[in-house]
């Protein structure tokens, strides 16, 4: 036994040794990123974090820390990027160089570094020049882009009529209609089992806490059942779906004039060799349904709450829209408060609080770039920390645009759907307020406005009664 406790001694005393030269090594390299709390071995920031980014938290760290620090994840050091000026020099001082994408084994697996979201480098570029083109291209036309919304919104309408309601999945269902109609080129009635499906495996793509395990010891957790196998088999279910859609879009061939984002990939197959198109088909997908159909409930959640803001709204609308008017993208310019509200629900929801991982592409010592968000930086609104479309008004009240809004992010990653997504909030929003009045419904007391932290913020579930006007 004094051999075995020698042993035992000794192995100890080795893992004491590498821990503190991993500890020395960590004070070492902290020499040359900017400050931010002691990391530990092994783990480095996470026990400090909860194994979570949370902005309220960030924001603290950067009033000890500064605005532009570092932290630890395990032996990566990540800069986080807090407030207007650290966000926007960060991403547009030096935008080619932190135009990486952070691909951890998690994401790796998911998508191995295809489509737009998650690749990064030379396929990325193309991947996403294609895409952008595309979806210009679709924006032109009579069945444009601004056609599919106005379609979808007046779908949406319908299900409002039926009251009291959670406007969740209605709004979910619209909003990713919208995306099916650009990408497949029609779009899923209701009751579609496939459908179903699909927005099933969108609500599983989650950044769970848990999956924190995949990225520390991949070749275990493979083996291993958890939530990274529901998250990898939804990821499938949107591939296959994909996959499917393309294939029979080969099979009764490309029209004359393409309809939709995969006509349009596949007439240029000859000029990208390679094949990204399911990648890039998901990442629409994942990318332009949950964000913008979360906004517009945060946006209903604050109508119920501050209702004299809701009928200033409503009595715009009536007065220069007219209440039958088809509502398009352009009329946001006659109506300023209306716009002005639109802008301050997507600020005050900060619905991406802490943006994607961005890689730095020079620098062979990657750095991740998660960034907190400008949106609620003190020194460029006056009331950062409350509801007030004031922000985005003048003294006469006309709309004004700030600078420091950037809910899409800025420098060469900047959302692709911006455009399409503002096209939605607006013509979502005026319809819906221009169609109903929203109330809590019956027995309902409070309002609740704080959010949900998951991989965005979420309004906590909640049901209206909307009353036609
Ligand atoms: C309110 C709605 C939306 C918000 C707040 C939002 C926000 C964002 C943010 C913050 C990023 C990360 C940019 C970065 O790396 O710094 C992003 C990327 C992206 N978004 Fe959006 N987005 C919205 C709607 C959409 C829509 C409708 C689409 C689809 C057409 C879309 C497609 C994408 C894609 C493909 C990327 C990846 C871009 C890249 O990595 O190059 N988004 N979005």
Not at 417 to 441: D, K, P, Q, V
Request: net charge positive; proline share 6%.
């Amino acid at each position: 036994t004094s051999k075995m406790l020698t042993i035992s001694q000794a192995l100890v005393a080795l893992i004491v040794f590498l821990l503190v030269m991993q500890f020395l090594n960590l004070q070492q390299a902290r020499k040359h990123l900017p400050p931010g709390p002691v990391p530990l071995p092994l783990v480095g920031n996470l026990l400090q974090l909860k194994f979570q980014f949370h902005r309220d938290l960030l924001m603290k760290l950067a009033k000890t820390h500064g605005d532009i620090f570092t932290l630890w994840f395990g032996r990566t050091p990540i800069i986080i990027l807090n407030g207007f000026h650290a966000v926007k020099d960060g991403l547009t001082t030096h935008p080619e160089d932190v135009s990486g994408r952070l691909l951890s084994p998690f994401f790796k697996t998911m998508a191995q570094g295809k489509g737009i979201m998650l690749a990064t480098g030379h396929n990325w570029k193309r991947q996403r020049r294609f895409g952008m083109m595309i979806l210009r291209n679709l924006g032109m036309g009579k069945k444009g882009l601004e056609y599919r919304v106005q379609e979808e919104a007046h779908h949406l309408l319908k299900y409002f009529a039926r009251k009291p309601l959670d406007p969740s999945f209605y709004l979910f269902h619209s909003i990713s209609n919208v995306i099916c109609a650009v990408v497949f080129g029609y779009r899923f009635p209701s009751e579609d089992e496939n459908f179903h499906k699909l927005l099933k495996s969108n609500n599983r793509y989650q950044i769970h806490p848990k999956n924190l395990l995949y990225e520390f010891f991949p070749w275990i957790m493979d083996h291993l059942p958890g939530p990274h196998k529901k998250a990898f088999s939804s990821y499938e279910v949107l591939n296959c779906f994909a996959r499917e859609e393309i294939r029979k879009h080969l099979e009764r061939g490309t029209p004359d004039e393409p309809e939709d984002f995969i006509d349009f990939y596949l007439a240029e197959i000859e000029k990208v060799s390679d094949y990204n198109l399911a990648h890039s088909v998901i990442d629409l997908f994942l990318g332009g349904s949950e964000t913008t159909s979360t906004t517009l409930h945060w946006g209903l959640l604050y109508m119920v709450a501050y209702p004299d803001i809701q009928e200033k709204v409503q009595q715009e609308l009536d007065a220069v829209l007219g209440s039958s008017q088809l509502i398009c993208y352009e009329d946001r310019r006659k109506v300023s408060y209306t716009n002005a509200v639109i802008h301050e629900i997507q600020r005050f929801s900060n619905i991406i609080s802490v943006g994607m991982p961005r890689i730095c592409v020079r620098n062979t010592e990657l750095l991740g770039f998660p960034l907190t968000s400008s949106l609620y930086d003190p020194e460029q609104w006056k009331s950062p920390r409350q509801f007030n479309p004031g922000h985005f008004l003048d003294k006469d009240g006309n709309f004004v645009s700030q600078e420091a809004f950037l809910p899409f992010s800025a420098g060469h990653r900047v959302c692709l759907g911006e455009h399409l997504a503002r096209t939605e909030l607006f013509i979502f929003f005026s319809n819906l307020l221009r169609a109903f009045t929203l109330r809590l419904a019956e027995g309902v007391k409070q309002v609740n406005i704080e959010p949900v932290f998951t991989s965005t913020l979420q309004p906590h579930p909640y049901r209206v009664c909307a009353i036609p006007r």
